[in-house]
């Protein structure tokens, strides 16, 4: 019997699945390209899901400037997290085991 993952399972699963496919385009394409072009995806992303949850432009307009707050602060905390880690793995992560 299998069961579905949780959230924060799939959230990971997810996560592991967008930076699988980021080294493996590096293999043949410039790291500089590729983490902008996902910082990009993402903020397009966020714009639609802004989108989806009001109800028409008007709504979108009023809601942008909290939604981009919220945005930010959770861009930084993860930032912030994601430094923290690479300094305390930084051998291992760097030699890819």
Known sequence: MSTTPSTDEQFMQLVDTFI???NDKAQNMDRNVIGPALMF???????YMLAMATRN?????????????????QHEKMLADNFKDFEANFDKYRSGN
Not at 41 to 47: E, G, H, K
Not at 59 to 72: D, G, I, N
Request: aromatic share 14%; no cysteine; charged share 25%.
């Open 20 to 22: 699988t496919t980021a």
């Open 41 to 47: 995806a993402a903020t397009r992303f966020n714009a």
């Open 57 to 73: 432009v008007e709504e979108f307009t009023a809601q942008s400037e909290p939604a981009r707050k919220y945005y930010l602060e």
